[in-house]
């Protein structure tokens, strides 16, 4: 029993009550485009304005494996005069809608490890959108759980919550913390354009927690991380341009750069082959065999992806015990996607099993984190 080891104590998982069929989606968006279409007849027949083309429910599943996604505000999402998601701007005496699903899934975790969280010294709100600028997000969730100690907002994208976790586990490693939350807060329907056909179906909103902790202080089961390494290489493929510099002006109202776009097909062919050699080469270098992982825990953005990596790193197409899929029901949960895959396929593992937690996305970035349980 180590005070400098970093274990993963637990998990915590917060899901929106309400889903999205592919189905529902689909009538809308068509909705949308037979309404377009209509208005800009004129203009179509003259060339001008380039005609809506229809989204399809095969289509969707077929590309990405998703069937459903949570999210929460359906309805605006769903009226073919908004598509977007639509909440009342709050007082600043009221918790953000980020800290709010934030917490929720913070107490999962505490609650899972019998942690108080006056016990825990550091929240680090790891996400792919914050919801502003400052105070940090994580700062509004330390207090909201009466945590004393630190936290701040870091963002890495799809990656945001491996890197959390690295961050954390080298708190405890240096002495510097000996239980840290890593929350991701993922609202990612903010920042998907539901206009946009090929990429309307992409993404789902969840909130999940890691508790980070010193070996000597977690309960039993947990499990140890036995390494972890992140990489990042630029990319525009995956990007959203929105930020400060460019408030809604008459130019940027409702630029489609000013949310999230990418050039798909490149994406899957670049990070397949780049995360699956990392996670080969990670493997050795911790003295670990790949084919022998008990199970894989990958970013959830698409079922083709995932097979193709999991099939590089355990020499054959990997059963759903061996990878498991979530993307089917949430949707793509940016950094959030492998942690509610670990949350909800890791208590069957036996004491001894490795396994690994895996992210990559925009930047590009990808982390792993290779785990072990301990019974
Ligand atoms: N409904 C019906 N057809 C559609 C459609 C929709 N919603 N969207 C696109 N299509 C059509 C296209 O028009 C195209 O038609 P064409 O062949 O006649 O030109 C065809 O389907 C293929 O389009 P494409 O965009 O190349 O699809 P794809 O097979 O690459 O799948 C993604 C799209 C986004 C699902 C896939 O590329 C992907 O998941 N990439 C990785 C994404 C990722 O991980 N991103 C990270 C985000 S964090």
Same mark, same amino acid.
């Given at each position: 029993m180590s005070a400098t080891t970093p274990v993963i104590s637990a998990t915590g998982l917060y899901t929106p009550p309400e889903s999205i069929s592919n189905a529902e989606l689909v009538t809308s968006f068509n909705t949308y485009v037979e309404r377009f279409n209509a208005a800009y007849a004129a203009e179509i027949a003259a060339g001008t304005v380039a005609e809506l083309q229809p989204s399809s429910v095969e289509f969707i599943e077929k590309a990405s494996g998703i069937k459903a996604r949570h999210v929460i505000s359906k309805a605006p999402i769903l009226d073919p005069e908004i598509m977007a998601p639509r909440w009342a701007e709050r007082p600043n005496e009221e918790i953000s809608v980020l800290a709010e699903i934030g917490v929720k899934a913070a107490e999962d975790a505490l609650a899972r490890a019998g942690r +108080? +969280?006056?016990?825990?010294?550091a929240v680090l709100c790891a996400?792919?959108?914050?919801?502003?600028?400052?105070?940090?997000m994580a700062i509004e969730i330390q207090q909201e759980l009466g945590i004393e100690g630190f936290g701040f907002d870091m963002n890495v994208a799809c990656s945001s919550a491996t890197f959390g976790i690295q961050t954390a586990a080298d708190y405890v490693r240096a002495g510097h913390a000996r239980s840290v939350l890593v929350v991701s807060p993922e609202v990612c329907s903010g920042h998907l354009?539901?206009?946009?056909?090929?990429?309307?179906f992409i993404f789902g909103d969840v909130a999940t927690a890691v508790l980070v902790e010193a070996e000597d202080l977690a309960p039993r089961p947990h499990w140890e991380i036995v390494g972890t390494r992140l990489k990042t290489v630029f990319s525009n493929n995956i990007r959203n341009n929105f930020g400060f510099l460019n408030r809604a002006t008459p130019d940027t +109202?409702? +630029?489609?750069?000013k949310l999230f776009v990418q050039e798909g097909r490149k994406v899957f062919k670049e990070v397949v082959p780049m995360v699956a050699t990392m996670i080969v080469e990670e493997a050795q270098r911790l003295g670990l065999e790949p084919a022998a992982l008990r199970r894989l825990w990958l970013h959830q953005a698409n079922q083709g992806m995932n097979r193709l990596i999991s099939q590089r790193v355990l020499g054959h197409e990997a059963s759903e015990d061996e990878s498991p899929t979530?993307?089917?029901?949430?949707?793509?949960?940016?950094?959030a996607g492998s942690i509610i895959a670990f949350h909800l396929n890791s208590a069957d593992l036996a004491p001894g099993d490795t396994g690994l937690i895996c992210s990559f996305g925009a930047g590009y970035s990808a982390g792993t984190v290779f785990v072990r349980k301990v019974g």
């Open positions: +108080a +969280a006056a016990d825990v010294d996400a792919s959108n914050m919801q502003r600028a400052y105070p940090a354009n539901w206009r946009d056909r090929d990429s309307h +109202a409702g +630029a489609a750069d979530v993307l089917d029901t949430y949707g793509n949960t940016s950094s």
